[in-house]
């Protein structure tokens, strides 16, 4: 048997590495950010509030779409250098 892994499987667990590192993005964000962390980051002022209010209403909105955009472009890489592109 050899130790390297199919193609195939080299492909899923780059998936699942990027996928897992969006969730942990996604997560710190919204639940860290928002609500946990929102006492530490309520002394600090941007866009007219504090910083903890503004990633609950509006950072977390903009994270996600950014994670989306970010998650798109590496699948992108990651097709190519795995020769699956379209």
């Known amino acids: 048997m050899s130790d390297e892994k199919s193609p195939a499987a080299q492909y899923w667990s780059a998936n699942l590495r990027l996928i897992l590192g ?7 964000v919204s639940y ?18 504090d910083l903890g209010f ?11 779409i ?6 798109a472009w590496k699948m992108n890489k990651l097709d190519k250098k795995f020769d699956l592109g379209e």
């Open 22 to 28: 969006c969730l942990i993005v996604w997560a710190f």
């Open 32 to 49: 860290g950010c928002a609500i946990l962390f929102r006492p530490l980051l309520a002394g600090i002022q941007f866009g007219g509030t």
């Open 54 to 64: 503004w990633f609950a209403q509006q950072g977390s909105i903009l994270s996600f």
């Open 66 to 71: 950014v994670l989306i955009f970010f998650y």
